[in-house]
Each structure stands twice: as structure tokens, then as C-alpha cells.
């Protein structure tokens, strides 16, 4: 028995030792890759508070601590203070942990895992203003929930709120972030953006997002850890700057997705009225339906000079209805006879479908002036007058670049999801 147990022992403490080398390979690739900026594995931990820590660049020591914080005592001044403990481990991920993200049923509770932004403003963590890409991949089981995962999103609480009287009035100060689909496709991969940290194409809200037109797998919330191994998703993103794109990807692919009559759809509605608010302000005089104020930078106009191709839709004696496609919008064009007979009088434009992914986004990320100006980073939930429990599930890794990865440098990201290993 007592050779048995010896062999058990050496067995146990031959598989730790690989874990352990698997464990810091694939840090060490993550860290590896261009922009490189950080990486929470939910592993690494400072030894005075236990607060998770984020791997950095060779030469970096910035203080990326995450702090639990129930953002509702901060700004409703109600509920209890969260802690290391609201946020539970599974004892095996991607990179060797988990954190869970529990359907809290208490409204006044809403934790997350927040790094204030005075320890992450002019880091390279806060990617904004001219030029600037970024890129984030974040390896998750999701239960339910289509809110937020990480990133610099603070949405505010100056707007309505039905959950009673909030202490602590802030305007959204948005960056970048990662989401479960939100209302564009609840349960996908998501990615927002910002370039003024606040509202778009005239609603209230942000409405620059891409999303994929996969879902993630549910896991059911009682499920064992030893059942959880096989779905593991990776969602991430790239917005790349040059060239005026933002993509989602799930699982390392950044599936193509349009969006048909996007005039119809929840979200797309928004930049497909700023679509139509453009159209308007070209032609001479003031339109019907046009709005006189509306800001001219939030007109969504992408490139739509010369067609990719045409189709005929129908053709009279004296009209022809063309849809024109083009690299992120589709265009159904009522055309008229010229002076020579030719159908090139453009009598009506209207928006028949609209690109999800990649989607087109020609501005540069909101560029906070000081600390004050600009949102927290945070992980599991944003900052939010709603308050919805949001997304629930595990978070075992998130990683950001300041820059554009390649496709390939995603999917090599994806394949880390592949073999989850034990801490």
C-alpha cells in the first residue's frame, strides 16, 4: 500500500510538473505575439491581496491588479462591497484557472473585476486616439447572458434609470470591449468601439459593434468542471485602424455577416438611419424625414464609389432597380433615363443590407484628456444605469494587444481553448 501510494504520489506530481510547463508555454506564446500588452490567466495573484494580476511585456510593471467592485453601492450607494470570494474557481482553464460569473439574483449586487483608470491611463492598455489598433481575445464559458466581458466601457449613469435614485452621476466614457452578442445577436461574439465615448447615430447609446453570426455554446450553470472542458469558446476582435475595420471573431474565425433591411433590426437600425441621414444631406434641399440637426459626424458613410457588382432586379421602359453591392453595404438604386437614353439618373437610394462583420468603422478610439475623462477596465460586467445581471459563465484568460493581429495570430490564440489544463 505504501508503494502504491508513493507511485500515486510521483504520478500527481509528474502531471502538476506538466501542467505547469503547458501552463507557461502558452503564456509565454500570448506574450510572444505583436502589441502584446496584457494577459489575466486568473492564476497570477498579488501575494498582499489577492487581487489577480495580468502578465505584461518584458520591461512593463504597471500596477493591472483587478479589484472586486459591486459597481451598484459605488453609484446607487446600495448593496454590500464585493470580494475575491463573489468571483469562485473552477481549478482548470486554458491557462490553468477560472473565474465564474454567477446569475446574481440580489439587484442590488452587481461584482466585477475593475482596475480604476488611474492605474491604466497613457499605459498601453489604454489604447485610443490617432492611428491606434487593438485587438483582445477573452476564453470563456458562457451560460447565459449577452452583456459585457472586459474592457474600457464605462456606459454611464446619467441615463434613465428605473433602480432607484443614483448617488454618483457619471457620462459613459467607452473604449473598446468585448461582448456576448448584446441586442445585435444575443449569445455571439461581439465587439464595441467607440470615438467619443459616448452616444451614435443619433440614439443614446454606442451603436459601433461587429458580431458574429455563430453563438457560443451554453453549458447548463450545475454542470461538473469535468464536463465543462469541451466548451470552452474563444471570443476576441481586431480593430484595425488602417484599415477602418472592426472584426469579430469566435473560435478564431471572423465569419462574414450581413445584416438584411437593417432598418428593421434592433441595433443595426441606428447606423443604417445614419446611412439614410447622409443620403438626404446630399441632395439639394432639406429632405423628407431629414433632420436638419443632425451631427454630420455620425453620418455612416463607407466606401460606395464604384460597385463590387450589380444585380438587375427589374427593368421598365422608362425605370431600371439595380442592387449594387458593395464592401459593407448592399444598395438598392432606382435609376431614370439620361438625355441618351441611358439608365444612369439616379432617382432613389436605399439601404438593403448592411456588413456585421467586419464592420466598417472610420474613426479613431476615444481618446480620454485625464484621468477624469476616462472609464475603468473591467472584467465580468461594465458600468451601467440598466444593472442586468449581464453575461454568466466562466472567464478562464483575457488578454489585449495594441495593435491588429493577423487572422492566423487568432486562431492560434483559439487553439489554446482547445486542451484545458488543471492549475
Not at 251 to 269: M, T, V, Y
Not at 309 to 334: C, G, K, P, Y
Request: aromatic fraction near 10%; charge should be neutral.
Amino acid at each position: 500500500m505504501k508503494l502504491l501510494s508513493a507511485s500515486l504520489l510521483l504520478v500527481a506530481s509528474m502531471l502538476t510538473k506538466a501542467g505547469a510547463d503547458e501552463r507557461a508555454q502558452r503564456v509565454a506564446f500570448v506574450r510572444s505575439l505583436p502589441g502584446f500588452v496584457a494577459l489575466w490567466d486568473f492564476v497570477s495573484r498579488d501575494p498582499a491581496t489577492g487581487q489577480f494580476t495580468a502578465h505584461q511585456p518584458d520591461g512593463a510593471a504597471h500596477d493591472f491588479r483587478l479589484e472586486p467592485l459591486n459597481y451598484v453601492r459605488d453609484f446607487w450607494g446600495r448593496g454590500r462591497a464585493a470580494t475575491n470570494d463573489d468571483f469562485p474557481l473552477l481549478g482548470r482553464g486554458p491557462f490553468g484557472e477560472a473565474v465564474r460569473l454567477r446569475p446574481e439574483t440580489d439587484d442590488t449586487f452587481r461584482p466585477c473585476l475593475v482596475m480604476p483608470r488611474a492605474r491604466l491611463h497613457d499605459t498601453g492598455l489604454d489604447v485610443k486616439g490617432p492611428g491606434a489598433s487593438v485587438s483582445m481575445a477573452a476564453w470563456v464559458i458562457r451560460e447565459s447572458g449577452n452583456h459585457a466581458i472586459a474592457g474600457i466601457w464605462h456606459e454611464g449613469t446619467d441615463l434613465k434609470s428605473d433602480k432607484g435614485e443614483i448617488t454618483r452621476v457619471e457620462q459613459g466614457r467607452r473604449q473598446y470591449a468585448l461582448f456576448a452578442g448584446l441586442g445585435a445577436k444575443n449569445g455571439a461574439s461581439a465587439a464595441h468601439v467607440s470615438e467619443n465615448g459616448a452616444k451614435s447615430f443619433g440614439d443614446k447609446y454606442a451603436r459601433n459593434l461587429s458580431v458574429t453570426p455563430e453563438l457560443l455554446p451554453t453549458a447548463p450553470a450545475d454542470a461538473p468542471p469535468d464536463q465543462l472542458d469541451a466548451v470552452w469558446s474563444v471570443m476576441g476582435f481586431v480593430f484595425d485602424n488602417d484599415a477602418n475595420t472592426l472584426t469579430s471573431y469566435l473560435d478564431g474565425q471572423a465569419s462574414e455577416f450581413w445584416i438584411d433591411h437593417p432598418q428593421r433590426h434592433n441595433f443595426f437600425k441606428w447606423p443604417a438611419h445614419g446611412w439614410q441621414q447622409a443620403q438626404w444631406h446630399r441632395q439639394p434641399g432639406l429632405q423628407e424625414g431629414e433632420d436638419p440637426g443632425y451631427d454630420h459626424g455620425q453620418f455612416y458613410e463607407p466606401p460606395e464609389e464604384r460597385p463590387l457588382r450589380i444585380e438587375v432586379a427589374s427593368e421598365r421602359q422608362d425605370e431600371r432597380i439595380e442592387l449594387q453591392h458593395f464592401e459593407f453595404t448592399r444598395v438598392r438604386v432606382t435609376l431614370g433615363r439620361d438625355a441618351a437614353g441611358a439608365f444612369t439618373a439616379v432617382k432613389k437610394r436605399e439601404l438593403a443590407a448592411l456588413k456585421a462583420n467586419p464592420f466598417w468603422f472610420p474613426h479613431d478610439l476615444y481618446a480620454p484628456k485625464g484621468v477624469g475623462d476616462g472609464g475603468p477596465f473591467t472584467i465580468g460586467r461594465v458600468i451601467h444605469s440598466g444593472r442586468s445581471v449581464g453575461f454568466t459563465g466562466w472567464i478562464g484568460g483575457v488578454a489585449v494587444f495594441n495593435r491588429a493581429l493577423t487572422p492566423e495570430q487568432m486562431r492560434q490564440l483559439a487553439e489554446i481553448a482547445a486542451r484545458p489544463v488543471a492549475r
